[in-house]
């Protein structure tokens, strides 16, 4: 596979940009080559900077639920854009976009647009604090929640512990706040409540953790979590940044059937521009400025272009059976692809849309711990045959692929035949 064109690109970049790339899992490091260049998209393929094409299971990590440049997408920006791009002020098309999630959502009543999914959190966990007047925040080890200062934790050595920053340039007063405890354990999250009784502000998690594999939990353990919150009167945040109308047009709350306090949303209501959301009760939202003490606030806000082409988006998605589709399609992959597999260490996990690769002999991974650092070598030696039997898939082991709906079953055939061929290097 010619890759020259990428190759200079990025030697140029590096010039440029601190890594040669402007988010850090770009730079391909982690399956040990340089970075693709991308031209285009269309449907579920991608053109590479040297021509080379893809089947595209990376999908912009998510949002691209519709594929590369859906024509109705397209559609909606063009004529928008004739009208203005940014204009500062309220516009009718964040109205439409509240109306279509609201409507058809049960647990939001209220919600404040912003621009990334980053952006949502930190503006949600800020609003539970305003709103208990507490201070300290419950998160779960390998859940991510952006590149928040008080997010930026990992796990310190005790079953329930502050987190340590495990960013440079994050002081450690900025996380003395936050208390990490392992997911999937009620013991660790009854003991925080005890160690830190009515000083938590509100539990952070992604219902369904796939920021660092896909590890799926429980829907018992989502209820102890509403449960325990409802007790202790602590917001129960689920950042469904990633799950948000992926796995279903309510997310992991509709798909569990567990209702949060506040929700936070990206990718997907961007229609493949930057958006982000937080919404929450009309009780709840009613904290925030200009109509309560929290303050937000954000020049591109509902940037009319963004709204446009997220309601263009959600308006499919809103179709009878899409997510119905979505889900056959990533059943036929992921059971066309065991049926070829050769390789005893290697597992497919899945909801929804979503699936993960990972390589193990466990038949279910539910913490951060219980991935195995060293079987990433097996994912970079097979995430090569495939880009070079032309499928793309994000440049990280411990990043999870996306069905969208424009996968055709030739792609998916395709797909099945080239990782028979990546396995088998395997084995």
Known sequence: METSKSAALFETAKTFFPGGVNSPVR????VGR???????GKGAQLTDADG????????????????HANQQVLDAVQETMQNGTSFGAPTRLENELASLIITNHPY?????????????????VRLARGYTGKTKILKFEGCYHGHVDSLLVKAGSGLVTF?????????????????TVPLNNPAAVEKAFTDFKDQIACVIIEPVPANNGLLLQDKSFLEFLRKICTETKTILLFDEVISGFRVGFTGAAGHYGVKPDILTYGKIIGGGFPVG????????MSQISPEGPVYQAGTLSGNPVAMRAG???????????????????NKYLTDGIRAVNTFPLFKLFTIGSIFWIAFTEKERIMTADEIDADSMKYFRQMYHVL??????????????????????KEQLDKTIAAFDIALKTLV
Request: aromatic share 10%; net charge negative.
């Open 27 to 30: 730079a391909f490091r982690s």
């Open 34 to 40: 340089h970075p693709l260049f991308i031209e285009k």
């Open 52 to 67: 080379n094409t893809y089947i595209d299971y990376c999908c912009s990590w998510g949002p691209l639920i519709l594929g």
């Open 108 to 124: 939001i009543e209220k919600i404040r647009f912003v621009s990334s999914g980053t952006e949502a959190v930190m503006s949600a």
């Open 163 to 179: 987190g340590n920053s495990s960013s440079a340039g994050v002081p450690e007063s900025v996380v003395n706040d936050t208390i």
């Open 277 to 284: 959301a937080y919404g929450a009760s009309k009780e709840i």
């Open 311 to 329: 309601i263009a988006q959600l308006s499919q998605c809103l179709q009878p059976g899409f997510y119905e589709g979505l889900a056959e399609k």
């Open 387 to 408: 880009l070079e039997n032309g499928v793309y898939l994000g440049p990280s082991g411990y990043e999870v692929g996306f069905i969208s709906s424009a996968h055709t």
